[in-house]
């Protein structure tokens, strides 16, 4: 286990210049999916306007077959 | 509701999920086919012990690692859309994808960060084979990463091996394999992987042409090229192959797509195959029965279109006007006669809701119909036309004519992917000929075009998207769901408000991954295989 953690700390410490940009790029790509995108504009729309599984397939098939 | 549905919600809601899958699908290709052509200059080094395959197995390594950093999690945000914008697609199928996707997305990103890391940190910790092992791995991980994503994609426009719960209102699998290995699965994975090859052997052989041009470089950039045009040939071939199984699918499973992407009207046995043309005044908006097929220029391959879509030169092809209007000569219903049974799968499950929350006598009956194989055949089938239904005759009719995609942007994106598609095939096979006879290095042309084909081997992978998504529509599930069904109805300023965020985080990576890409280029690969 210490030789896989040395492995890749090893790794991170002697990262070129061009993949030190690359992980800063990788970080803040996350931070704005997972954290802006997916809190402030992703919700699950039938998570969070129904309680039940029943209610969200009542609304679909409501969705479906209004004519 | 088809007259009520908010078309602002819906064009933003698709606008944004192509842009979404358009700008992922810039990294993606690259990603899946440089994996492999860095696993065989892998190889080749290991084989060899040259030390020259090692710096260019560096070299490639690197720009396969740019790549794939500034494309990974850009997909994620496609699943966010399933659940936000198309909520109601989403709990239609979601018994069908949600785990296998949650699996692969879960397996892809162990297997994929772990033998990256052997990869680029790997060299001289790991023994040769191992570090090897792991390139072949990576790229074979990746490869596999997109499996099924595109099973998914499949089975939206050629749905099997499911049943239908009305209890639910979902979909449920009741065979693996006739999702899994279905022939339409099949066949997008393999045109869809094989064109990233493609790619990334333009991608090689265009980088390495401008080391020649700039006269750098020569013995590494014709060793590049030698393995990327070998590659990128076979790949081509693999192409052709999976391309031309998906035109027969599509003529069996999704004709109106196939006589969209070659603006074919009216039908034909002995059909021609436009192989190059330009169509006139655009009639497909709105379109009625007195519309006529109206090119300014063709130029047409007698019987072809028969032959790949029926393997039969005398075989009938129907035309976009037979599809809608039918033609029971060829026994095809028309869309009319769709939508009237497509309405009474609907009405038939609305009723069977109601019976159910009224304990109403009728529901037996009603619950027996989805497990009629009979019914479910020939009403279920086209439930999706219901959204057409109108209850005025002369409406009906109308309404029929707009269940077709565009045709211009059909027809374009297809020839736009096939011709290029040949001009990749042509120029790989120039590019190993004129190394093989020693000629390359002077030939400014072909360097040249093998430069200017990055961009448009870009072009021709998004074209091909464009022909399956533009040309499917107005489905999102072939006669099951239309795309104005599949979306959630919220407030589409809230859709744009995300458009314009994603297009500003998109082309802010893309611009990052180009400005990198093209220093690293033009930087160029170490003299001594030293660090990546």
């Known amino acids: 286990m210490k030789r896989i953690i040395d492995f890749y700390m090893d790794g991170f410490k002697n990262l070129p210049q061009w993949a030190r940009s690359i992980w800063f790029i990788i970080l803040l790509k996350l931070f704005i999916i997972f954290v802006i995108f997916k809190i402030f504009f992703f919700q699950n729309k039938l998570k969070k306007d129904f309680s039940s599984d029943n209610e969200r397939a009542d609304y679909v098939i409501e969705q479906l077959t209004n004519p | ?532």
């Open chain 2, 1 to 532: 509701m088809f007259e009520s549905i908010d078309l602002t919600l819906v064009n933003w809601s698709r606008a944004q999920f192509a842009l979404t899958a358009m700008y992922h699908w810039i990294f993606v290709p690259l990603t899946l086919g440089l994996g492999f052509i860095v696993a065989f200059m892998e190889t080749l080094y290991v084989k060899t012990g040259n030390p020259e395959w090692k710096r260019i197995t560096k070299y490639w390594m690197k720009l396969f690692g740019i790549n794939f950093a500034i494309g990974v999690a850009t997909g994620i945000i496609l699943e966010f859309e399933f659940g936000t914008n198309w909520s109601n697609y989403s709990w239609f199928v979601g018994d069908i994808f949600g785990a296998p996707l949650a699996i692969e997305g879960i397996m892809a990103f162990f297997m994929e960060s772990t033998f990256i890391a052997v990869m680029f940190f790997g060299w001289g910790k790991v023994s040769k084979k191992f570090h090897l092992t792991s390139t072949w791995l990576t790229a074979i991980g990746a490869n596999l990463s997109a499996v099924w994503i595109l099973v998914a994609n499949a089975w939206m426009q050629d749905p099997v091996g499911m049943k239908f719960n009305p209890d639910t209102a979902r979909m449920e699998m009741v065979n693996f394999w006739d999702v899994f290995l279905s022939p339409s699965a099949v066949t997008k994975f393999l045109h869809t992987t094989t064109s990233g090859f493609v790619l990334a052997a333009i991608f090689v052989v265009g980088v390495s042409s401008w080391y020649l041009l700039k006269k750098r470089e020569i013995l590494f950039a014709k060793k590049s090229i030698v393995i990327a045009s070998t590659f990128g040939i076979i790949a081509s071939i693999m192409l052709i192959a999976s391309g031309d199984s998906s035109a027969r699918e599509m003529a069996e499973k999704q004709p109106m797509k196939f006589a969209a992407m070659e603006a074919l009207y009216e039908g034909k046995t002995n059909a021609p195959l436009v192989a190059i043309g330009l169509i006139g005044d655009p009639q497909d908006d709105p379109m009625d029965k007195t519309a006529k097929e109206d090119f300014k220029i063709k130029i047409e391959i007698p019987n072809m279109l028969s032959y790949m879509a029926f393997l039969k030169a005398d075989a009938f092809v129907p035309g976009i006007k037979d599809l809608i209007l039918g033609n029971e000569k060829h026994g095809i219903m028309s869309y009319k006669e769709k939508i009237q049974r497509g309405y009474e799968a609907q009405q038939t499950l609305a009723a069977y809701k109601k019976a159910q929350k009224e304990g109403l006598p009728e529901l037996a009956s009603l619950k027996a119909k989805f497990n009629d194989q009979n019914w479910m055949d020939n009403y279920f089938q086209y439930f999706g036309y219901g959204a057409y239904y109108a209850e005025d005759e002369a409406q009906l009719e109308k309404n029929a004519f707009k269940i077709i995609p565009p045709i211009s942007i059909s027809f374009y994106s297809f020839h736009i992917m096939v011709i290029l598609g040949g001009h990749f095939l042509l120029l790989f096979i120039i590019l190993l000929w004129l190394i093989f006879k020693n000629k390359l290095a002077d030939n400014k042309i072909v360097l040249w075009t093998a430069v200017w084909s990055i961009p448009l081997v870009y072009i021709a992978s998004q074209a091909g998207w464009i022909v399956a998504e533009v040309g499917r529509q107005p489905w999102v599930i072939q006669d099951l769901m239309t795309t104005s069904r599949a979306v959630s109805q919220i407030d589409s300023g809230s859709v744009m408000v995300t458009f314009w965020l994603f297009a500003l985080t998109f082309t802010s990576l893309l611009i990052a991954e180009v400005k990198i890409l093209t220093k690293q280029i033009k930087i160029g690969p170490k003299k001594e295989g030293g660090k990546i």
